[in-house]
């Protein structure tokens, strides 16, 4: 089955849609009874599943990663492929179910708890662990094996926060927007659920996954951060403006001008090289 069509700038040609009918048939062919798959399309990039009927949408709209003619993450096998990217695609993930990811990127995030506990199992010596590390461990794995409500079986906790919190960055929902749809999701659900209120609540259970971010006050102009050796100024020693707003007196907590927020390198390239997904790729 020829390609060429991944490359065809024109998304309105005939090559191309049968293209991309080709690629939707040999997907569902392939990933039999999944409902939703991996997006091949340039914003997706392959990192975001889709509903099957979007993923032919999107390829229209966007148009398709052109070097992604080994289609090995929809369960090509490599034979087909030519002996030169043999080497660079020789895992085929599955479709997998979304709890079962979750405990994946649990165990990413805490490799070392993980070990500890399959070797408790198997009856070998566990490795000494500070309480206060195994701590959030604890809680996301309740989190992830709780259901979100009595019954539920497609859901637990922690997956459902992440699916929504998923969506809210994709579609760029505000804070506001998605604490309305949030009490609405949760009143319509029964009454015993574990839903948290609000984006607040939710955000505290994934902050235990670690790689969050540091606040760092920044002069309203620019001019400088209140950071180490300026980290106890109020104001700005190039321009003088203050480093808070104007705000009752009656507040005891100021609000700054305006805020960074910095995302540290050095746990992302660990968590990459920890994660069984792309260590192999980061060596």
């Not at 070998?124 to 009595?150: G, R």
């Not at 992440?162 to 960055?169: A, R, S, V």
């Not at 009454?191 to 948290?196: A, G, S, V």
Request: with cysteine.
């Amino acid at each position: 089955m020829s390609r060429r069509w991944i490359q065809n700038s024109n998304r309105c040609a005939d090559e191309y849609l049968d293209g991309i009918e080709d690629f939707i048939e040999f997907a569902c062919r392939h990933n039999s009874g999944a409902t939703r798959i991996r997006c091949p399309c340039r914003r997706c990039n392959n990192m975001l599943w889709e509903a099957i009927e979007n993923v032919g949408f999107h390829l229209v709209r966007n148009g398709m990663i052109e070097t992604y003619s080994i289609w090995n993450l929809h369960r090509e096998q490599l034979d087909h492929a030519s002996s030169s990217n043999a080497t660079r695609m020789d895992n085929v993930e599955p479709i997998v179910d979304p709890n079962d990811q979750v405990m994946d990127i649990i165990q990413d995030a805490f490799p070392f708890a993980s070990t500890n506990i399959n070797h408790e199992r198997e009856d070998d010596v566990p490795t000494p662990i500070d309480s206060a590390e195994f701590e959030p461990y604890e809680k996301l794995l309740k989190n992830a094996n709780q259901e979100l409500y009595p019954g539920c079986e497609s859901f637990s906790v922690l997956t459902a926060i992440l699916e929504l919190m998923h969506g809210k960055i994709k579609y760029r929902m505000l804070n506001l927007c998605f604490d309305y749809f949030l009490g609405i999701f949760k009143r319509m659900l029964p009454t015993d659920n574990c839903l948290p209120k609000d984006h607040k609540h939710a955000q505290k259970v994934l902050n235990d996954l670690g790689l969050g971010y540091e606040k760092i006050h920044a002069c309203k102009n620019n001019c400088m951060l209140f950071y180490k050796e300026h980290e106890t100024l109020d104001t700005c020693p190039i321009c003088n403006e203050s480093r808070f707003k104007m705000t009752s007196q009656n507040r005891t907590t100021k609000i700054p001008q305006k805020v960074m927020r910095y995302l540290p390198l050095k746990s992302r390239l660990q968590r990459l090289y920890m994660s069984t997904h792309t260590a192999i790729d980061m060596r």
